[in-house]
C-alpha cells in the first residue's frame, strides 16, 4: 500500500505537568511530568495511528530528546525516520493550573539545523518508496528556510505524491508559491497569508478563492475552532459544522483534524467526506484533557453529526 509521510522540521518532546496554582516568585511543585513526542508532523502521524492508519514520521532528531521521541514513538508502534542531528532537540513545556483550570503551553526555540543535516533530511525523505500524501506540518527551525518548500514540492511532483502543509507566515508563503495540494490554515494564518488584519465570515471563501485562483494550491481547508471549517476549492465552497461540545482542551485539535482529512483522503472518500473526518477528528480531540490526541471512537460517533452546508457550488458539464 502507499506511505502517508509527515514530515516535521521542528520536533519536540512534550513535558506535560500539574501545579496547584500558578504564582510567581514561589517555587511550584508539580507532578512527575509525562513526556510526548510532539511537533506538527510527529503528531499527525501518531493520530493517524490512533485511527487505525499508518504513517512513516521523518524528523530530525538530536540529543537525549531527539532520541527520547524516537524511542516513545516506536512504543506508540509509529514508524519512524530520524535523521541525526548534532544539537539537541527542543523540550517544549505544557503546565496545568489545577486551581483555575488553564493551561500554559511554553514553546522552545528549535535547535539549528546544518545545510548538510537538512540535505539529508530531504534525501531520506526522496528515498521513500511508494508515497501517496506528504504532510508537512509545525513550524521551521533556524537552518530551514522557507524556500525549503521548493524542494519538498519538487519531490512531491517526481513522486507523484499529493503534498499537504500545515504551517505559518513566510513557510506557508513559499509552499503555496512552490506548489501544494492542501492547505490547512485556522483563522489567523489564513488573514497573514491574505495580508489581511481580520478576516469575518463572509470574506474566508473570497480571500480562499483568490489564493486558489492565483497560486498553485488545490484545496484549502480554513480551521474555525468551535465552528468547524470551511472547505474551499475552484469549484466549492462549503462549511462543516460540529455540534456544540463539552470541550477540555483544544491542543492538538489541528493535527488530528489534519490525521482525519489525510486518512479521508487515503480512502478515496470524496474530498468533502475526507473532511468531514477531519472535523470530526479534531473535535474528537477537544472531548480529551491535555496534550491527548483524537481517539477512533470519538472521531466515528462524530462523523455523522457534522453538518455540510454548500455555500458555492459550480457545476462544469
Ligand atoms: N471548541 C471546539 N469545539 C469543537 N471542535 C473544535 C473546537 N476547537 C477546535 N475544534 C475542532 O478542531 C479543528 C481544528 O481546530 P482549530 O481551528 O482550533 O485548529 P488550529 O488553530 O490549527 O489548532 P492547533 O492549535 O491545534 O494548531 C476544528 O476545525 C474543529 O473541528
Ligand atoms: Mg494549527
Known sequence: MSAIVTITFNPALDKSTSIAELIPDKKLKCTRPVC????????????IKKLGGEAIAVYPAGGEAGENITRLLTEETVSTLAIPIKNHTRENLVIADQTHQKQYLFDMPGPSVSKQELEQCLNAIAGIHDVAFMVVSGSLPPGVPPHVFETISSIARTKNAKLIVDTSGDALKDAIKAGVYLIK???????????KDKLNS???????????????????????????????????????????????????????????????????????????????????ATLRPGTELCTKKDADDLYSKIVIKNIREYHVS
Open 36 to 47: 510526548e513526542p510532539g511537533g506538527g508532523g510527529i503528531n499527525v502521524a501518531r493520530a
Open 185 to 195: 490554515p485556522n483563522l489567523t494564518e489564513l488573514a497573514l497569508l491574505a495580508g
Open 202 to 284: 463572509a470574506s474566508i471563501g473570497h480571500a480562499a478563492t483568490e489564493m486558489i485562483a492565483y497560486g498553485k494550491c488545490e484545496v484549502i481547508v480554513v480551521s474555525l475552532g468551535g465552528l468547524g471549517a470551511i472547505l474551499v476549492t475552484k469549484d466549492l465552497e462549503m462549511s462543516l459544522t460540529p455540534p456544540a461540545l463539552a470541550t477540555k482542551s483544544t491542543v492538538g485539535a489541528g493535527d488530528s483534524m489534519l490525521a482525519g482529512i489525510v486518512l479521508g483522503l487515503m480512502k478515496n472518500t470524496s474530498l468533502a467526506d475526507a473532511v468531514r473526518y477531519g472535523v470530526a477528528c479534531g473535535s474528537a
